[in-house]
């Protein structure tokens, strides 16, 4: 996928000259596409970013990511920093309606034992792909409509089948079950918190102006 960006990137400063278009708007436009072309949301992005004159590492990247073991009070504290709350964290997390997720982000809910928070036929069917720890075989995020972007996710919340610990927690936590089971009933609820909360996110630390 990033490949592709820096192959529209490169044919943009071809047509446009350098610096017209930023990979951090391209990134942004691609995700937006990507929603719409599986059946989500079309929504306005603000443009204008600047790409940073820096890159960060893999590692840094990846410790600024809350991890799929983390419980919900873990992940409303750490996206509170960023001024996102409660509605914010269940609509982005809805977008593991889609996607893939390799075996050893969740293998820890199946071995040794099975979380008591998943249900049983769906455990089952994980241990098919990942039959032990630590495997590098990946699974769908959404087992009910993997390829569509829609409010499945939370109907597999609602039925004990949510991949990550970071998910089923959501249905089991006084302040986010709520609107798990709203979103569950009412996909229209789940596209506008979801516009709203992902055009949100994505003006944390922008750079624009002469930044960057």
């Known amino acids: 996928a990033f490949d592709a960006i820096d192959d529209l990137r490169d044919l943009l400063d071809r047509e446009c000259g350098d610096t017209v278009v930023s990979c951090s708007d391209i990134v942004t436009l691609a995700a937006r596409d990507s929603v719409l072309l599986a059946g989500g949301p079309w929504y306005d992005v603000p443009l204008g970013r600047h790409d940073g004159s820096s890159f960060a590492s893999e590692d840094a990247v990846l410790s600024a990511l809350p991890s799929p073991d983390s419980n919900v009070t873990t992940l409303l504290e750490a996206l509170g920093k960023l001024k996102l709350d409660a ?17 050893t982000s969740f293998d ?34 959404d087992i009910r409509t993997p390829n569509t972007f829609d409010n499945k996710y939370y109907v597999d919340l609602q ?54």
């Open 87 to 103: 509605h914010d964290l269940v609509a982005l997390s809805g977008a593991h309606t889609v996607g893939i997720a390799h075996c």
């Open 108 to 141: 820890k809910r199946l071995f040794p034992q099975v979380d008591p928070t998943m249900d049983k036929w769906f455990a089952g069917h994980l241990k098919v792909t990942c039959p032990v720890l630590n495997t590098n075989d990946t699974t769908v995020n």
């Open 159 to 212: 039925n004990r089948q949510g991949l990550f610990t970071s998910d089923q927690g959501l249905f089991f936590n006084a302040t986010t079950k709520p609107i798990v089971t709203k979103f569950a009933v009412d996909q229209s609820a789940f596209f506008d918190q979801y516009v709203y909360s992902v055009v949100k996110m994505g003006m944390i630390e922008v750079l624009t102006g002469s930044q960057g």
